[in-house]
């Protein structure tokens, strides 16, 4: 991989992992925001038993943690190389379970395309990037 390839790669995961650490704001919005944004999308009130709120703050707190560890790796590609490649993997595989749940629910149709095929696809350039990765 070239000096250009590598500093890319690290420029997207970092981008990614700092974007991913924005969902700490779900982590602490109020039930009244995620209740806005549920109707603003067209799904209606957002059910307010507890069991939702508790998806949605551990969901938002579980993507917050991945965005660490996206950063953390962007700063030694070699050593993180096989943790890299098993995220890139496990993306794939959860990108294509998503597109299949989000199907299957009763989500709104652009949010099935869009999920899980990003996530494929983010997955696939771990893979690639961290594949072209000598093994020094």
């Not at 970092?14 to 603003?40: E, K, N, Q």
């Not at 294509?96 to 350039?125: A, H, K, N, R, Y």
């Amino acid at each position: 991989m070239t000096k250009t390839q590598e500093n890319l790669f690290k420029l997207f995961l970092r981008i990614s992992g700092v974007a991913s650490l924005f969902a700490l704001i779900g982590v602490f919005m109020p039930y009244s925001w995620m209740d806005a944004t549920h109707r603003w999308l067209g799904m209606g009130k957002l059910p307010a038993e507890p069991i939702v709120g508790y998806l949605a703050r551990s969901t938002s707190a579980f993507y917050a943690f991945f965005g660490g560890l996206l950063l953390l790796t962007s700063f030694d590609l070699y050593k993180y190389r096989q943790l890299l490649i098993y995220i890139g993997i496990t993306h794939v595989l959860f990108g294509i379970l998503l597109l299949v749940i989000d199907l299957m629910g009763s989500l709104p149709l652009f949010w099935g395309l869009t999920e899980g095929p990003v996530g494929l696809i983010f997955g696939v350039i771990i893979v690639v990037f961290s594949c072209r990765m000598s093994t020094e």
